[in-house]
């Protein structure tokens, strides 16, 4: 009996123990999946899903009412907050002002720039009427006898009108430059719309400014362009590849445009910002000219910048997640988060006295803290929820850590967590976010990398779009038309000719033509 | 010969040296005038046309070829950004965040709430196409075939979208209270279009709550409007009267209106912000309930609240004088300008070696200071036009303030100037500056004081309303039918119920019944 029970015990301790230990390693291997947003698609199952259920659960952004107008969410618009005191700052360091131009447009200022008319026509939306009326049963109707005139345009872009007011605003060189700068939302009618990727309406900011020369427009429109790489590597953490854009991708009413192309994580590219040099293109439509020095009256030379909501989406596909957003910390609405560990308001009274003036002193250091003390919801849901948020850093702290003097600190970008002295732990956390900005920065840049390839000939080209996905650095004879048959047969398009990109001596991969410089293809957004 | 000679030297001393010294008396006086904005109307000659003048001429904002829209340009929209800078702050201090939602709502949401409709339909910008095309004969048309299904009204504000989301937003007591804020522009067909006052595009915030109980929606209604008169008063200078709407002067679809009531150097009232109690109505409307504690159904308690570049002519017409702007240095763009006075390079090199330590030492100290060392303009010039900008105070430095160690200081509000050591220079400014502040605020409080009047019969209120204006505290019976006579019959409107009023009994000055409260009579903008 008792040798039974020891043979019994003994096959207890192999098959239960093994297989609680199995549980175990289970549990610690779910430990780091355990607050895994609920449903949120993999980006490996179905890229595009996940996208657009992060953006929903996450909170940033939802489809309105309105055919393709989105609802920016209080947690997604206090990233373009961030995004915007970043950028006006860069804008005013380099001499810009802001001002504000009408919403509407009237229809004959869109047309007095041919090209420009040309390239916004099949998008605008129009007001023919300014009035409602009740139509006697109590429905209300749109008022026919209030029709306008002229119709207006919701602005899908500011030149017109812009331009418009420049011309009593310049008479001399001493008006110029003239660096203006505009926070706006525009309305261009989408067919297909996604939420910060492209709305119909959407919110941005248009530079506009006038000049003397043609060397200081470009001059400008260069410096922009570098304005908003810096932005994108510096404050977002994603590198981008400037260039110029192609004749058919380039902006409506430009002689140049420059680009910042990111590369996203499912292999396409992302147009992140444009600078145009608008030549006197503007000038000459709406008849600016200022008399130089010597009294001669020439037209001004004109440029336009501009970014939008749209980084939001950038940033989102650029380094989140399965388990949600990963946020660089310059511009995470909230940098920290710290969730309490206790049973009992005993506890919980024990771990503020503790917690709180560590908050304040990170406070004190310009960094944003959250104390989640909600009694609603368990820690385990909240980690949840701020890995979800991307959150940079959590710092979760129990009884133990109150008996330790330690804090669990976790990162949200590499999941590792680590066990901390309380000592010394803001200044550890003002590097630590700094760590993790850079990081962020260097993995998406890692990624870029490893998914840009060069291809010497049509069937190589076409074997990387179709395998790999990414950037693809490949010779092309400089024409519209090949351009556009490479489009039509790959769906492939020139992002741009980048800046940097060295002389090299080549034929076109598509027409074999020859070519000295490489240019950047890829699928878009 | 020498007789003659002495004899008409005294003459010549009599006549020509008195003329001398009247002549200097003239120039000493017309030294406060000499830099006078050119032709700027005085106020007493014609108030209106006073205020158009100056705020074009100022650079504020100029009229646009749309309609009623306005182009505020850089200096108008840097005090903008400023007053955006402060309420900001104090809407997120109180608790609110940020959000966006479109600009366009569909023609039916609109009319769900009927009295909202009702109090809006006449002034809507309404959206019918989405398209423009070329009708072959280079014209720009809009494309027929591109008609809405429904139309869309473009935002005179954003009660309806907004509701409409939060439906979805609000299921339990747990999402309450929401507490939300846009920074937006609005459209309203205005007949009648003035700069900042009254265009038919503005731009604005508008904060929309939602809240569990009734109390707690009225508080929220109540701090708000605090809030609004704390920015009015500690920021702009500008003592305003809280109080409550009339029936007649409430916004469509509240339940009840807090405005904050200023008045204006012309003794016209000017209403410069609003907080509104919606109670259930647009819950109601959008069929918005949650679940409270015990699981019971109730439909949600709203507010909503707002300002507008309004404030921008509140602020102009509160303050400013005959030679131009007089800005609080809290709203003021540029604070302190440096203006040299000096003959050649190396005199100005002197100066910009004593002064600009001077400049970085008042920026150190968050004060915002402008060297002016154009040599295209002279100093006479520059006092003008600094002056006309309302900065609040101008140091000039010329080379006998080299020698003797002093600057002159001239403050705006008073005109006055002095001589001042440049030891210690810093800390005075900044002190004149605070200074400045209460002083425009104690002078626009004086003057509303003067023209506060009570009146306790009809003659004596039409005798105060067409000799004097200004704010006229008087008895009303609390009916529409009354107010409406005496707007009707006098211009003027109430104001406001001011929460301040003491109880009093007194009878109507129109219908002569009982009353309990005195209420704020004007004529208004």
Chains 1, 2 share one sequence.
């Not at 969730?339 to 004190?364: C, D, H």
Request: glycine share 6%; proline share 3%; charged share 25%.
């Amino acid at each position: 009996m008792n040798l039974l029970f020891i043979i019994y015990f003994i096959i207890y301790f192999f098959i239960f123990a093994d297989r609680n230990l199995i549980q175990n390693q289970l549990k610690n291997k779910q430990k780091s999946y355990q607050y895994m947003a609920k449903g949120l698609t993999k980006r490996e199952e179905n890229y595009s899903q996940w996208y657009n259920e992060l953006v929903v659960k996450a909170d940033l952004a939802e489809n309105s009412a309105v055919r393709g107008s989105m609802v920016i969410k209080p947690y997604g618009y206090s990233i373009w907050e961030k995004m915007q005191g970043a950028l006006d700052k860069m804008f005013k360091d380099t001499g810009h002002s802001n001002a504000y131009f009408p919403l509407f447009i009237p229809k004959s200022f869109f047309s007095k720039e041919a090209s420009h008319v040309d390239g916004f026509a099949k998008e605008c939306a129009v007001v023919t009427h300014y009035r409602l009326k009740n139509d006697g049963n109590n429905n209300i109707v749109v008022d026919p006898d209030a029709k306008l005139e002229e119709e207006l345009i919701v602005r899908p872009t500011s030149e017109t009108i812009i331009w418009n007011s420049y011309k009593n605003w310049i008479q001399s060189y001493r008006d110029l430059p003239l660096l203006i700068n505009q926070w706006a939302n525009v309305v261009r009618w989408e067919m297909r719309t996604r939420l910060f990727l492209r709305t119909a309406e959407f919110l941005w900011q248009e530079g506009h400014t006038a000049h003397a020369t043609k060397q200081e427009a470009i001059e400008e429109t260069e410096q922009m362009i570098n304005v908003y790489a810096e932005f994108a590597e510096k404050w977002m953490g994603m590198p981008v590849i400037k260039g110029l854009k192609s004749e058919n991708e380039r902006f409506a009413g430009a002689l140049d445009t420059y680009a910042i192309e990111a590369l996203m994580q499912d292999g396409k590219a992302l147009q992140a910002g444009t600078s145009h040099f608008l030549g006197q293109n503007f000038a000459k439509a709406f008849d600016v000219k200022f008399a130089d020095k010597e009294g001669k009256l020439d037209y001004v030379w004109a440029t336009s910048w501009g970014v939008s909501t749209r980084l939001i989406g950038a940033l989102i596909m650029a380094h989140s997640d399965d388990l949600g957003l990963v946020l660089p910390p310059k511009l995470a609405p909230i940098q920290v988060v710290i969730v309490p560990i206790y049973k009992g308001e005993e506890q919980l009274n024990q771990i503020s006295e503790k917690i709180l003036p560590i908050k304040k002193n990170l406070e004190a250091k310009g960094i944003s803290v959250k104390f989640d003390n909600r009694d609603t919801h368990k820690p385990g849901f909240k980690f949840a929820e701020y890995e979800l948020k991307g959150v940079p850093v959590r710092i979760a702290i129990g009884p133990r850590d109150l008996e330790n003097n330690t804090l669990e600190i976790a990162r949200r970008d590499t999941l590792v967590k680590e066990s901390k002295s309380q000592d010394g732990i803001e200044d550890y956390i003002e590097n630590l976010l700094n760590d993790i900005q850079d990081n962020i920065y260097k993995k998406a840049l890692k990624f870029r990398t490893e998914n840009t390839y060069t291809a010497d000939n049509y069937e190589d080209f076409k074997d990387i779009l179709e395998n790999k996905g990414g950037f693809i650095l490949a010779h092309w004879d400089g024409t519209s038309e090949t351009e556009q048959k490479i489009k039509d047969e790959t769906k492939a398009t020139i992002r741009c000719i980048p800046i940097d990109a060295p002389e090299e001596n080549g034929t076109c991969i598509y027409s074999g033509k020859p070519s000295n410089k490489r240019v950047l293809f890829a699928k878009a957004y």
